[in-house]
């Protein structure tokens, strides 16, 4: 058996565990094309043992990647549980890549609604009000539109004020909806359209951010720079 140099973890869907397994695993191949010379594995919490599974593959040293948005509750307490002793290093999460906002910023403005009204940034937030979940997009927006020269950023949330519902009709012009989130499940084909749709929203519905050009290939890049700079401390 092959042993895995890095996995990349994704919360995955408990309604539905083996179509995130798949989604997640076509993500994989995109990231895999980019032609990384480390062997890369994939798991979401949410399919049972799929973590664990993988874990038993993981190089002593690997290298753990959360596809989260920010390093809230999931990758600090539910990630950190599962994880254990295991011998690994986990990286900066996904939505907190320094790199990420050039990258968003360089991929609006090769869409077709860029320029045509403001952008709606939509993400997921917190019903029981904890700070960090709303916090980290709201803070992506400010730096988002100051990356655009200005560009007006609105952010709304699933399940916390402004409702994306409620900013949506509040800017009727919005030209753009770009979904914060990882992975393109439940809360994005469904949450997310049912509000816009609520609030006729007529602009363009961007897919999630890590579907956005760039994205695989910066992903394939950092784990590839990551992984070789602990190879060099692990043989100091």
Known sequence: MSQLDALIVAHGQPSAPDEAEGALASFLAEIESHGTDCTLGAATLAAPGKLERQLEKLRPGGLIYPLFMSDGW???TNLAKRLGKAPVKVMTPFGMDAELISLTAN???????????????????????????????????????????????HVGFIEQEPLISDVARSVPDAGLCLPFFAMEGDHVQTDVQDALKSAGFVGELLPAISRLTGISQRIAESIQAELGGFSQNSAA
């Not at 937030?125 to 927006?141: E, H, M, T, W, Y």
């Open 74 to 76: 999931f990758v600090k």
């Open 107 to 153: 991929a609006l403005r090769g869409t077709a609604g860029f320029g045509k009204g403001p952008l709606l940034l939509v993400a997921h937030g917190s019903a029981s009000g904890r700070k960090a979940p709303a916090q980290v997009p709201l803070d992506f927006g400010k730096r988002l539109s100051d990356a655009l020269a200005g560009y007006p950023v």
